[in-house]
């Protein structure tokens, strides 16, 4: 039995595709929370939180994640706010092995922008907003056990950064 391997970091970090990489490449199941909480919610995440409200994800977000964590042998990629929530964070923290995919403000920015798909920016999508965003959560992303400064480096060189960490435990 593998602890669940847990991705964390901002929008557009690359969780779930550098995720997907990983669980190939070290034959485990891949789950992305967000995906489960569209189709548990029948719903994608945007209008959920246009017409439920951002506290409803949030509850939904937890519910989602700790099931998800009672399984072994994942790699689970979260979305941007669920690490922030301290009874996710306590039972990542206890359980699993958790990296932080820390990707530079100017790439962010790049990625997310304009995109439909990502409510919290969409709002007003505009720079400072993200800055603000990885300016309050990095202290808290900070907490995972690893973090991965991802300049310069592309998807591939990601996932066997994180199999390194993984394959010593
Ligand atoms: C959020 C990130 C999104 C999604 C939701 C809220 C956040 O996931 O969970 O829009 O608070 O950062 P991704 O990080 O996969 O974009």
């Known amino acids: 039995m593998k602890k669940n391997l847990v991705l964390l970091g901002m929008m557009g970090a690359g969780k779930t595709s550098i995720g997907k990489i990983v669980a190939k490449k070290q034959c485990l199941e891949f789950i992305d929370t967000d995906s489960n909480i569209e189709k548990s919610c029948k719903m994608e995440i ?16 937890e519910k ?11 790699v689970i990629a979260l979305g941007g706010g669920a ?12 359980n699993d092995i958790s990296v932080w995919l820390d990707v530079d403000l100017k790439i ?6 304009w995109n439909k798909k990502r409510p919290l920016l969409y709002e007003d999508g505009n720079k400072e907003k993200i800055n603000k965003l990885y300016m309050e959560r990095k202290k808290i992303y900070k907490l995972a056990n690893h973090r991965i400064n991802c300049e310069n480096l592309n998807k591939e060189k990601v996932a066997d950064k994180i199999i390194t960490y993984y394959e010593k435990y």
Not at 46 to 61: L, P, Q, W
């Open 46 to 61: 945007s209008k959920i939180f246009k017409e439920k409200g951002e506290k409803f994800f949030r509850e939904e977000e």
């Open 64 to 74: 989602e994640v700790l099931k998800t964590l009672k399984q072994n042998n994942c």
């Open 83 to 94: 690490f922030l929530n301290k009874t996710v964070r306590n039972a990542i923290l206890k």
């Open 108 to 113: 962010l920015n790049k990625r997310v922008k």
